[in-house]
C-alpha cells in the first residue's frame, strides 16, 4: 500500500483530475512514499513524464525555518519499496527518480531544459529552499500550470506566491495543508 504523511490528498487528487500536461512533465520533490506522485500520474492527462526528486538516504538537514537540523526516517529500504510499487508506472515509461537533492536535481544540466507543467512542492519546508525551487520551476513553467505546495503553513507561502505573481501564477485555492497556485496563459 503506497501512502502518504500529510493530509489534503483529496484536493491534491482535485487538482490533477483530468489536467492537461500538455506534454510537458510533471514533478514532485519529496517523493516518500509515492502517494502524491501516485495521484498526479493517475489523474493528470498527456503527461510526457512524471519526474520524482528525494535524495533518501536518512539526510539530516533543517527542516524548518526556525528548528534544528534533524534526520527524518527517508531510508534507502524506503526509496527501494517505492520503485518496487511504482514497477509498472516505470516500466511503462511513465515515472522516473531522481535519487538526489532538490539542489542537486536544479543544479544538473539536463534539467535545465525541461519544461513542466504541474509540480508538487513536497521536500524542504525551510522558505528560502521552496522559494528556490519555486522560481526555478516557474522558469521552466508550461503556458498552463499548477503548482501545489504541500504543508504551506509551515513557511512563508505568502511571500512565495505573492513573488510567483510575477511569472503570472495566481493562488487558486487552500486547504489546511495544501495550496494550489496556477498560470494560464
Known amino acids: ?43 493528470v492527462i498527456n503527461n510526457y513524464i512524471h519526474v520524482g526528486v528525494d535524495p533518501y538516504g536518512n539526510l539530516k538537514y533543517q527542516h524548518y525555518d526556525n528548528g534544528p537540523a534533524y534526520t527524518a526516517d527517508y531510508t534507502d529500504q524506503m526509496r527501494d519499496t517505492m520503485l518496487k510499487d511504482f514497477y509498472t508506472y516505470r516500466n511503462e515509461g511513465k515515472f522516473t527518480l531522481c535519487n538526489m537533492t532538490d539542489t542537486e536535481f536544479m543544479n544538473e544540466s539536463k534539467h535545465n531544459e525541461s519544461i513542466f507543467s504541474f509540480v508538487h512542492f513536497d521536500g524542504p519546508h525551510m522558505s528560502k529552499d521552496v522559494m528556490t525551487e519555486a522560481i526555478w520551476f516557474a522558469n521552466r513553467s508550461a503556458p498552463h500550470t499548477r503548482f501545489v505546495f504541500d504543508d504551506h503553513k509551515k513557511y512563508e507561502m505568502s511571500i512565495i506566491a505573492y513573488a510567483l505573481t510575477l511569472y503570472d501564477f495566481k493562488t487558486v485555492e487552500m486547504g489546511d495543508n495544501k495550496c494550489l497556485l496556477e498560470k494560464k496563459k
Open 1 to 43: 500500500m503506497i501512502r502518504g504523511d500529510s493530509s489534503d490528498y483529496e484536493l491534491l487528487e482535485k487538482w490533477t483530475k483530468d489536467f492537461d500536461c500538455q506534454g510537458y512533465k510533471s514533478c514532485e520533490i519529496g517523493v516518500r512514499e509515492g502517494l502524491g506522485s501516485k495521484i498526479i500520474m493517475d489523474n
